[in-house]
């Protein structure tokens, strides 16, 4: 009964949102439009067609411009629309807001080019246009129109009624009974005939409502189960997705891409606690089954959220809850981490999640960088991280935030930091009631495959994909799994150069000297408590921190 009680809140919350995360609908993007740094926001509007609101922020003083336009997977470069411009914000420089219509479901993105004396750049922003939401109508203006509605009934039968009855009459004549009792059915007819013309508008309506229902994004759903295989605990997930009735290529479970090297992104987080944390990357064994093996983590109940992407620039997250067991005493003792399926799974374990009044200060008291207050905590390997606070140190709702995380080594010493699957660093942030998950990295909270499967369609050149030219989806899930296999066969340097292909792996930052630096670039989408996981490679080794942090309004 717990359960199924924990995975009905886990659906019911990931049923809210789209996109490759829950919870956090914003989406945001840190990177480069030609010779202009830029940072872009866009929440998506949760009904399609709908407008997207847009946030452009910039540096360089001397632009002029900024542009921003929708496009679409499948309509290809031939079917963008023209570009609207967006405004600049009073009294707050380099900031611009603008609105786009998204006008169709599935793959999108937002092209950002920026115009200014450097020239003129773009980069895309990859978007998942989905409806996710039906509208209520408010009780007091349905009542409102409703009582219009039978006013102008009324209206309209006194108008049929004297129309085929009294109008005929000559000035001055009196109304006889032939025209009186054409006036009773002259409104009988014409009571009639609205009647039946009100039932089948609202037939109509019920018919339009009923499709935009059944066609509504609504998220997979998955199975997770824990066997005992071998002397090691195996994690299962199947995924669901015989009720897939929209954007049926789209979404298919067989056209998934990898993003970072890997098909699938698997976190697994204790619930409740937040203190036992797993990053791993699962074996597909079947078109909608995937495989793990589980680490030495204590028993309990378990948060499941896995990040995939498509063919078609698709990504979103599937969640789940799992019960792991206790391990018995034979899978502990001959635990080793080369038992991992995946040579980049990591986990973690720390302390329970607490409030920032209660979280424990280190020798030394309070820590100040570089002027601002900060959160440090020791890693694994005796090296140190800082979470950058604001001056407050509570972080504000709806407000963007470089999330800066200053590492330095034993010695106090800038830590000399390697890629890890190809970026410099990886973060998950959690809600503590699990209402809010998401995957980032230090150029934001997009799917990076998705962005590079928008690239390439607009470089092509062009329309509207022709869905028979698809590779069969067997041959291109087996070419798929052939790729990354190939991927994780080649040595850590060769393998992450190419996954950072284009990336910045700079951590110096001028304002802070003394440490190497990574940033992220996110807005908390609303107020609580917050646990913040931060990954990162150091020495061949991946290290795992955590930090506590409050949201307010």
């Known amino acids: 009964m717990k359960r199924i009680i924990c995975t009905f809140i886990v659906l019911l919350l990931a049923s809210s949102y789209s996109k490759s995360h829950i919870g ?69 420089s380099g900031h611009y807001k603008g609105e786009i219509w998204l006008m169709s479901p599935g793959s999108a993105s937002i092209e950002v080019t920026v115009v200014g004396e450097l020239g003129e750049g773009s980069i895309l922003l990859p978007v998942m246009a989905v409806s996710t939401a039906q509208k209520e109508m408010e009780s007091s203006l349905g009542w409102t129109l409703a009582g219009l509605g039978i006013f102008l009934v009324i209206l309209m039968v006194t108008i049929i009624s004297l129309s085929t009855s009294d109008s005929l009459v000559k000035p001055g004549d009196p109304a006889t009974k032939k025209v009186r009792t054409k006036r009773w059915v002259g409104a009988a007819i014409g009571l009639v005939i609205l009647v039946l013309a ?41 995924i669901d997705s015989t009720r897939l009735e929209q954007l049926y290529l789209t979404r298919s479970i067989n056209y998934l891409i990898p993003d970072h090297g890997k098909i699938m992104h698997m976190f697994l987080l204790k619930m409740g606690s937040l203190d036992v944390f797993a990053h791993l990357h699962p074996l597909r064994t079947d078109s909608a089954m995937f495989k793990t093996v589980i680490p030495p983590l204590p028993a309990g109940d378990y948060y499941v959220f896995t990040d995939v992407s498509r063919l078609s620039g698709f990504s979103e997250t599937i969640a789940d809850t799992i019960s792991i ?22 986990y973690y374990i720390t302390d329970p999640i607490v409030k920032a009044a209660d979280q424990p200060i280190m020798p030394g008291g309070d820590i100040v960088i570089c ?16 979470l950058e606070l604001p001056e407050s140190r509570e972080f504000k709702s709806e407000q963007l935030y470089q999330l800066t995380f ?46 590079e ?31 990354i296999a190939d991927l994780n066969s080649l040595p850590y340097n060769e393998r992450d150069s190419l996954l950072g292909i284009g990336m910045d792996h700079s951590t110096d930052d001028p304002s802070h000297p003394d440490h190497a630096v990574v940033k992220f670039p996110y807005s908390f989408p609303e107020a609580g408590q917050y646990r913040i996981y931060v990954q990162m490679k150091r020495n061949q080794k991946i290290l795992n921190g955590a930090f506590d942090v409050e949201v307010v309004d």
């Open 24 to 92: 956090s609908p914003g989406v945001t993007l840190e990177g480069k439009a030609g010779p202009y740094a830029v940072t872009v926001v866009v929440n998506s509007p949760d009904v399609i067609p709908g407008t997207a609101s847009v946030e452009v922020y910039l540096t360089d003083p001397t632009v002029s411009e900024v542009q921003l336009k929708p496009i679409y997977w499948f309509a290809g470069a031939s079917g963008t629309p023209k570009a609207d411009i967006a405004v600049p914000v009073d009294g707050e």
């Open 453 to 483: 499967v928008m690239e390439k369609r607009m470089e092509s050149k062009e329309g509207r994909v022709d869905w028979n030219a698809l590779q069969k989806q067997s041959v291109f899930r087996d070419s798929i799994d052939q790729v």
């Open 198 to 238: 009100v039932w089948g508008g609202n037939n109509w309506w019920n018919s339009w409502s009923s499709s935009y229902e059944r066609y509504m994004y609504k998220p997979f759903t998955a199975t997770s189960w824990v066997t005992n295989d071998n002397q090691k605990q195996t994690l299962n997930f199947s």
């Open 371 to 386: 002027g601002s207050p900060g959160q440090k905590t020791i890693l694994p390997d005796s090296s140190y991280v800082t």
């Open 406 to 451: 200053a590492f330095e080594d034993e010695n106090g010493e800038p830590s000399e930091l390697e890629p890890y699957l190809g970026m410099m660093g990886h973060a998950v942030v959690f809600k503590e009631d699990g209402s809010v998950y998401i995957h980032l990295h230090p150029v934001g909270s997009y799917s990076m495959a998705s962005q």
């Open 325 to 346: 067991p206790e391990a018995n005493e034979q899978v502990v003792a001959s635990w080793n981490d080369s038992l991992l399926i995946d040579r980049d799974d990591t």
